[in-house]
């Protein structure tokens, strides 16, 4: 059972990602990104991680794809613009990255089949919310508050961005 | 910083809350407005062409169609702009009868028109359909004086086609019981709605000189602080003998076109209540019947009639030729000119504000495309 | 390959077989309740506005929606010219998808409880992907309004979801659980009266929670991304047939789960008097109808609102989301951490036993205590919200420029 969910997950999680890449247009490259992380948060649920599957589909698709949507829609920028490239050297070294990164895959699953073999087990733990939470407010709580503030410092950031802007607008 | 895309929007012909077929091209910016252009003329049917074709009787049933909702007080206008011409004398009666047919008219319009502004704010038809509930007993006394409920060819020339009954007036008066409390209703919707009042205040305003500037009569005029009603201006029919008030608003946004249209309301009963106290002193019938109606000829000249129709100043401009009917014929709708203010009206509201404001201004789209 | 569980053959045909009928009966019972909620909501209306609504086909009308069904059905798919095909096909999939995926937690009285352990969690995470769907519509179809309408859901939604989830966490404070099932049990004491509703806190993040619900759900006074009399139909305008009816049928269903939801987290789901006492299967069946008679009621609230107020404007809707609820949210997540700790915090302070006594759950004092604080807190932020937000009148934009809506 599980292993045909998790071959059927998977060939659309690497079929989103294809589609993803290979889509012209702009719009359909992200619809294809969120159905990967559907993909992905169907994994997670594999993986006995009920909240980060959770947690995966409301950032992710819910929230930052759907803002990056907003975007692309309220710009009209749907349509790529194959024919210039702005940055030259962008082609080959996105090649040369994607063959490292291929490269390491491959390593990965040839060399190091046995990672996968320890941590299901331990991994239960996880993906519960009280664990998470409870090593993010005693463990990792400097970095945690950190975080936030830096959130925090880019909210404010924009706010004050926008608003200049506006009283630009006004004076003209 | 990133440029957003200004979008071109056609609001209309078929659009739900454009009162007919009227077609605003509009011009977005996300969601504020930056322009707006009014394109009308779908419903155009060379009505005053028309009247320059029949004879004078038989374009009164064509002026019902002007602004289908106040058919009584269109009839009277007309009629009045040819008894001028003619030099007709209407008896007491008869005046009467037509003040409150025209009072009547305006409660059922002003009822009907703050309905839809409300069902353009967003009220799911319940605002509408309240605003219906006092049209629909006005129509039912219309359709038994006149024969119909809203075309209701009523007027003649002299007076008007039927003499009104002590079972009409007995009707009246029972509708009229319940109105304060109607109107008292109306009112609290608007002030004790939170939501309507951010929708309402401040939306749409039209500064006084603008108002002026524009030639806008009516409630959108008098929203915006101008104390200007035909009725006290230049009292025609019995007007000058009843006693009442013109609301006026501060501001000039939706929220006092609102006000001043309920108040209307209040002060169109408190002249009925008048009118039907003094009405059986009145000398004559409901026609003068040395008329003759089917071949009026009247001599050459030209004249020019007004009324307070419930929608603003309503004008009928007429030269006779000393045939059966008229060399020139001419409307002034008050929707029409009204509509001119609308692009000044919504400039940097949002889209939703537009409907809102059209909703306001209360236009009748057999009115403005003639 | 032994870290795959190997499950034998007939036992997981039996698992996809009830899978299959638990997804049936949702989906059918999903439709069915939303033909009901249709009529119920038309009747609801008609009576507020001394009219008699649909009552021709079957009795009262009930068979009102299975005609409007069979025409819908019947009725010719169009797919605008310009439109991008597969998009404006997959849009109402998607959002019916959305949907139906959160009807898999809700627990339906005591009867079937869900057992997925983060159910809250879980249900906005899939309801969110509804936003998804809307932009596909409104970019799909290609139409100006449609575009609007779907910029216009997405803004409300995004902004929505925020006080949405924040008035959650109240519920999770005092309930300890991201199980809906757990939420629901744990209300069960006090003669199946202990709902959440009755604490300050809870009342408050009932109320918060019933007006983003309706932002949500789509209804009136926030039904801007399909407000008709401004932008047609906002991203529905090129939808006709059976792609609308999908679009209507999730979009009822969405409400019916928001209620359903409402219900359980704040009004107890299937407790109430006599469930406990009357055994398993009566007392489970008593449940379901309790809690039908909840999620019912909280509808009625909804259509009642709908036939009286008129709609929000885009701009006040996001002043209304960030300038209101949010900040009376943030503040009942604080007082409600301040319920916790004088209902509950024995040793960890120490203060509170001497002056209360032992924490239990018939320690009215601690409880008595615990209102008072936690009502003048609420009550005090709403005051405070309320004047900051006469102060300035009608100058909402910031709002919007922050979430992009302005160029």
Redesign the interface.
Known sequence: ???VI?ITTAIVAVGAALGMVLSS?A??SA?FL?LNF?AV?VMYLLLRA??M??????VY???I???F???I????A?KADLGSEPIGWQKPVGVLLGAVLLAEGIYVAYKGIKL??AP?TAALGIG??TTLSAVLFSKYLLPFEVISILLLVAIVG??VL??R??KLKEAE | MLKTEELQVNIGPQHPSTHGVFRMLVTVDGETLVDLKPVFGYLHRNHEQLGEVNSYLQNMPFTDRLDYFNSMVNNHAYARAVEQLAGIEVPERAQYIRVIMDELSRILNHASALGFLLGDMGAWQTSLLWGLREREKILDLFEYVSGARMMCNYSRFGGVARDIDDYFISEVKKLMQGLPRYFDEFERLLVENEILLVRAKGVGVLPKELALSYSVTGPLLRGSGVPYDVRKAEPYAVYDRFDFDIPVGTVGDVYDRFLVRVEEMRQSYRILEQALQQMPEAEGGHINPKVKQQSLKPPVGESYARVESPKGELGFYLVSDGSGSAYRYKVRAPSFINLSALADMCKGYKIADVVVILGSIDIVMGEVDR | MTYWPVIAVDAWIGLVLVSIIKVTLILVGGSLGMMFLTWYERRAIAYMQDRRGPNRVGPQGLLQPVSEAIKTMTKEDITPLDADRVVHFLAPVVMLGATVLAFAVIPWGNLFPSSLRVGVLFIFAVTGLHTVGMLMAGWGSNNKFALLGGMRGVAQMVSYEIPLLMALLPIILLSGSLSLTDIVTRQGDWYGFGWYVFSPVGLTAFITFFIAALAEGERTPFDIPEADSEIVAGYLTEYGGMKFAVFYLSNYMTNLALCFIMASLFLGGGNGPGVTALGTVLGGLLSLVYFFIKALALFFLMVLIRGTVPRLRVDQLMGFAWKFLLPIVLVNVFSTAIWVAITRWGPQAQIFTDWFGEPASDNYLRYGVAIVVTLIINLLAVYAVMRINRRQPSDLTEEEIALGLAG
């Open positions: 059972m599980e292993t998790f247009n719009v359909h619809l969120i559907c948060a009920p909240f599957a959770a947690v995966q589909v409301t698709a819910g929230a794809m759907v803002l949507l907003f975007v829609m309220l710009l009209g749907e996968v073999d299901i519960q919310p924009t706010v926008t608003r802007t506006v």
